[in-house]
């Protein structure tokens, strides 16, 4: 570790993700939240904390495991369904859709005016994304719903520049899940059930005892278990996350 890094590690060290009173969890499509962060999720609207999911995509092209027949159209009113459902079981009520086609065919800036709309509605302290960096992401949604957070994370304080979308909003930290560089960690122990049980709502994607559902639930139990040894708490889930101090001009606290 260099000693630049290992000064900023004490001078500015990474925000505490449950340090906060007020999220907005970007999902890039309906059941990302649940499988990337669902378990903070949980946590945080547990602790009484506002909590709020913000689907980006609609999500009408995951027609592999929909029932036979169903068409892309039927299958947004599904998920979307299943999405609230899904969040109601994490104990999230407040469930807000964009209306982009997922597959990547829309325009970047009118995702990025959308989510900053809704940013200055929610007003939230956190801002929760997939991490748009990780070098093995294909999925245009994911990078693009990360890429939207990442602009508007370091902006969303500013009055006069946040007035071309909406409204300012007082965004303290960024914290991307789905990443393989995490330098914050939640500890999750007792939750990774309800996680299950919330990505068992998304039954368009997820058939029950299907071996898409016992694919995904081996990987969270084994990246639960990974985090929570190397956060000394059992069960975990790990953000990389930055501070307003982090987002400008600091290049070691990307790494």
């Known amino acids: 570790m260099s000693l630049t890094r290992l000064a900023l590690r004490f001078a500015a060290p990474a925000p505490r993700v449950e340090a906060f009173d007020r999220y907005l969890f970007l999902g890039p499509h309906p059941d990302d939240i649940e499988i990337g962060a669902g378990a903070t999720a949980a946590k945080l609207a547990a602790a009484g904390k506002q909590v709020c999911f913000l689907i980006c995509t609609d999500g009408r092209f995951g027609l592999e495991h929909a029932p036979q027949g169903t068409t892309p159209e039927a299958l947004v009113e599904l998920r979307q369904a299943e999405a609230v459902a899904s ?50 992401e294909c ?46 960690f939640v500890g999750t122990r007792g939750l990774l059930e309800r996680q299950l049980s919330a990505i068992r709502c998304h039954k368009t994607q997820f058939p029950p005892e299907g071996e898409a559902f016992k694919s995904v639930a081996l990987y969270l139990k084994l990246r639960s278990l990974d985090f929570g040894l190397r956060s000394l708490q059992g069960r975990a889930e790990g953000f990389r996350i930055l501070g307003q101090t982090h987002m400008h001009c600091l290049p070691e606290a990307g790494q």
């Open 87 to 136: 969040a109601r079981v994490l104990g999230v009520t407040d469930v807000r859709f964009l209306d982009f086609s997922d597959g990547g065919s829309y325009e970047f800036e009118a995702l990025v005016k959308a989510v900053a709309q809704v940013i200055g509605q929610v007003r939230p302290q956190v801002i929760l994304a997939p991490d748009p960096d990780v070098s093995s």
């Open 139 to 184: 999925h245009t949604d994911h990078r693009n719903a990360g890429e939207a957070a990442k602009r508007l994370a370091f902006f969303a304080p500013f009055r006069e520049i946040m007035a071309r979308f909406g409204a300012a909003a007082p965004v303290e930290a960024l914290a991307f899940y789905m990443t393989a560089k995490p330098n914050r």
